[in-house]
């Protein structure tokens, strides 16, 4: 796919996705355990920036005070298949962010898109 070849080649972020697995213990018991599905995917890591109003925050003058919000977007190859609630290791200019999984992929013919959130912890 020589179109794919292309856009990845714009790529210059990495990542690695990791799931939550439950193995047997040998005590029996079913245990979770932290495993590693995919690594060193090349990956384009986006971020979107946003300011609204908030109507409830209004000063004595009618000013009304405005909040900001940054929508977190990763961009990679469609033939990697990321679970729900995957831990994803994001490695953007030199720099190891976490987060979490937070959208069903977005797939399109030559790439994915997924919404992503820090990470806070397993659930």
Known sequence: MVETDVLQMLWKDT????????????????????????SDIPCKLSFYNSMSANPDSRKNKGDVAFQTSQMVKLFLSPEYRIPNGSRIEVTHKGVTTLYGFSSQPELFTNHQEILLEKWEKWV
Not at 15 to 38: G, H, P
């Open 15 to 38: 990542c690695t996705v990791k799931i939550l697995e439950e193995y047997l213990a040998e005590n029996r018991s079913t245990q979770k355990r932290e495993t590693v599905l995919y």
